[in-house]
């Protein structure tokens, strides 16, 4: 035994935990400001990629909507929710998983809608936004360029008619149709039919009554994202004859100040025998099919 180790063995084990100490906190602020970034993002598992079947996640943005949908690894949103919630957007993204997206679609150009779409893509990326035709072509590749700014997202003007693949799921947009000469712009919503292995579910954006009409007959879909936030100008009785929603999902805040989702629509969901599901009651609603059986859940 040396005399040196003898006289103060505790005091070179300190300094050694001490410096042992000092290395890990960097390395765990290293790590925390990296995640806060989004620069790891890469290095993490992907939990999507090992996902059976088809998700639709109806976020929890309060009074809006941002929807996340999986299937075979790919990932689409449909709507960004408010500027505001946009940072808790893309937390909940990277905790699924999702780390670029294959499609962002933007159903109509209101910031209940658009609001998150900048962070969207600064944060992951999206291989192409697509939006609406809005006043012209030229005039809506404008607008949609300025929700996500200096970005280079590539921006595609989409029209009823078209379809997209994602994993085994295929969207195919029913409304609006090409040349249109829409004013109101929530009757401009993108109308989404969603459909993976024979379920089928139909995205509807916040779209009115005026519109609903020249859309039927779509038939029976087992999801109906309720338009407008369950607002009482939408969802017609004839409507919803004619979807008859096993499901249907409404995105709104607590309490709002506009009363959504209104009682009328609850009633007319209830009368087609629809379970009522609302991000307000419930937070954040998935929907997941597997092996052709489908099942909605919450985070509460
Ligand atoms: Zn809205």
Redesign the pocket.
Known sequence: MSPQRSQNPSGRLSWRRLLGGLLAACLLLLLAVALSQGALADLLPSPIRNQAGFALHMIDVG???ALLLTCGGKAAMV?TGLPDTSRQVTDYLLKQGVRQLDYLFIT?P?S??FGGARRVVETLGADVLIVPEYLSEEAALTTAGDWVGNTATPISVTQAGKQYALGEATITVLHPQAGNDIGDM?DLSLVLLVEYAGRRILLT??LTENMEPALLPIGPVDVLQVA??GSYTSSTQAFLEDVRPKYALISCGRNNEYGHPHNVVIARLEDVGAQIRRTDEEGTLLVRIVEGQIAVTSEN
């Open positions: 009074q809006g909507q709507d109509h209101h209940d809608h929530n954006g916040d407008h936030h």
